[in-house]
């Protein structure tokens, strides 16, 4: 079996025919070069280089999350996009079988066994002949091997569509995924270095997202509205062009009523805080213990308790544990 650890090789080179090697170099530039920051226009390319080397009916890129959640942003299947989604794992299935292997699976391992046990993708009418999913790798925090991370998995509905050839290229490209996401959290870690300001990119909101939506929706009314005025076109299709207007312009103004329902307790609880005392609270959430949170705010341990005791009063909770719970609600806000 192939190791399917989702990083480049340092050393050496992978066992390709010479007309692979010369995509996968082109893919390499054109991904350093114009997919840093892109990630929807990142998972559209490797698709797409990837149905260059063999036949991919279905494409999906998933991340794990939490316990037990993986979350899909991308998907793609008989030349359409899939809806974003998220699934339960159980202790079957692709995802169970990634955690337990820590390699790439092939459908030839056990005929798609693994792939029944699990939740259905792409056309549920049909089912895959040929499969590979690639797991995605990024280094842990302590040291330690590296996490699991997420996968990559490209289906066929035509048999024997796979050969080692290919499954090598799908890795070498899963890698390259795995790179950039990898950057990107490490930019994200260096900036969470920095002192937070008055309008903090530590954590991401609510309030960021529910402002991306509104921003992205109008985007499309906007898009409407130009053809709207660009020419001539049929009625039904002016007609769908207005609706989509409509559509657009509710659901903008939903979302904002929506943070209205948000539970501002959390965030009331948190402002009342000192800065001192918000600086204590925001490290609970991460589980740091007294002499961590001295050493972390360069304080004495004498003020750690003095902070903790009246953090606890303020919130009119009974542990730290409560509090950091509260807390984490607020930052996710």
Not at 185 to 213: K, Q
């Amino acid at each position: 079996m192939p190791s399917g650890k989702s990083v480049p090789p340092s050393t050496g080179s992978l066992r390709l025919d010479a007309e692979t090697a010369i995509v996968l170099r082109e893919a390499f530039h054109k991904i350093e070069a114009q997919y840093r920051t892109d990630h929807h226009g990142l998972y559209d390319y490797v698709r797409a280089v990837a149905g260059k080397l063999a036949r991919v009916d279905t494409f999906y890129v998933g991340f794990l999350q939490g316990s037990n959640r993986v979350r899909y942003p991308y998907g793609y299947d008989s030349g359409k996009f899939d809806d974003p989604a998220t699934h339960i794992y159980g202790p079957s299935g692709q995802t169970a079988w990634l955690l337990k292997h820590r390699q790439t699976y092939r459908f030839g391992y056990d005929n798609g066994a693994v792939l029944q046990g699990g939740v259905a993708c792409g056309d549920t009418s049909k089912q895959s002949a040929d499969a590979v999913t690639v797991p995605l790798f990024r280094p842990a925090d302590d040291g330690s091997r590296d996490q699991l991370f997420g996968m990559v998995s490209m289906h066929s509905y035509a048999p024997d569509s796979y050969d080692d050839n290919a499954v090598r290229a799908f890795e070498w490209l899963a890698g390259m995924i795995a790179r950039v996401l990898t950057r990107g959290a490490e930019d994200r870690d260096a900036l969470r270095l920095l002192p937070a300001g008055e309008d903090s990119p530590n954590s991401l909101t609510s309030d960021h997202v529910m402002e991306y939506l509104s921003n992205r929706i109008a985007s499309l009314r906007t898009m409407a509205a130009d053809a709207l005025t660009a020419g001539e076109m049929a009625d039904p299709v002016k007609d769908q062009l207005e609706a989509l207007i409509r559509t657009a312009e509710q659901t903008q103004s939903e979302l904002i009523e929506m943070m209205l329902d948000v539970d501002e307790g959390p965030e009331r609880r948190f402002t009342s805080l000192t800065s001192a005392q918000q600086g204590v609270a925001v490290l609970l959430v991460d589980g740091y213990d007294n002499d961590q949170l001295a050493t972390e705010l360069g304080i004495s341990l004498n003020t750690v308790k003095s902070h903790l005791s009246t953090i606890l009063r303020k919130y009119d909770l009974d542990s730290r544990a409560q509090v950091a719970d509260d807390v984490r609600r607020y930052l996710a806000r």
